[in-house]
């Protein structure tokens, strides 16, 4: 399953993912790279990559404060509830940088982004549901993620677990969870397939 990566493992153009293939090697954690070409929906990502939508992760990019981001890592179908992200950090306030600032802080483009092999090493915040099992994670570049096992990846990132999200507006929850709306500004987040 893991093999030592080389520079030729990463399609031309594409350091993202030898960046992201070496961390995640460094990391001990075992996981299963997929290649796929462009995706359309969660739901097509998850069918792809053999799981489910909510086992693929997105890695979110968010400003606590200048110069200080961290990562959020969020099951498909869901989005991040933003009170409750808040007051787990003890702030009032959040943004989510454009993505220009968003490839500055971790090297990566929108939908590709990780906490692996970025270039700066930004804490982690996983929603609870990520440790649940096996999931998917973007490895760097788009078309290509890594399958780990959901404790696993939180426990090798040093990720603080709790409870962070919602369902996103017309998801399907989760089996036991509420159908709450999600506050309006908690929608509209880019995704990383």
């Known amino acids: 399953m893991n093999r030592p990566a080389t520079p030729d493992d990463a399609p031309e153009g594409s350091p993202g993912e ?13 996981f299963e790279i997929t290649r796929h070409g462009p995706v359309g929906s969660l739901e097509e990502a998850a069918r792809v990559r053999g799981l489910r939508p909510e086992q693929v992760v997105k890695s979110l990019v968010v400003r606590r404060a200048e110069d200080d981001y961290l990562f ?7 989005t991040i509830a933003w009170p409750r992200l808040r007051a787990l950090l003890g702030v009032s306030r959040l943004s989510m940088p454009d993505r220009h600032v968003a490839r500055e802080v971790t090297g990566y483009e929108r939908g590709t982004i990780t906490p692996f092999g970025s270039t700066r090493p930004w804490p982690v915040v996983a929603d609870e549901r990520v440790v649940a099992g096996p999931v998917s994670i973007g490895a760097g570049a788009h078309g290509v993620a890594a399958t780990v096992d959901g404790a696993a990846l939180a426990a090798a990132l040093g990720a603080q677990v709790a409870d962070v999200t919602d369902p996103e507006p017309g998801a399907t929850p989760d089996a036991g969870e509420s159908t709450a709306a999600v506050p309006p500004h908690a929608a509209g987040v880019d995704e990383t397939r």
């Not at 959020?72 to 869901?78: D, I, N, S």
Request: proline share 5%; no cysteine; net charge positive.
């Open 72 to 78: 959020v890592l969020v099951p498909g179908g869901r």
């Open 18 to 30: 030898f960046r992201a293939r070496e961390a995640l090697e460094a990391s001990g954690i075992a």
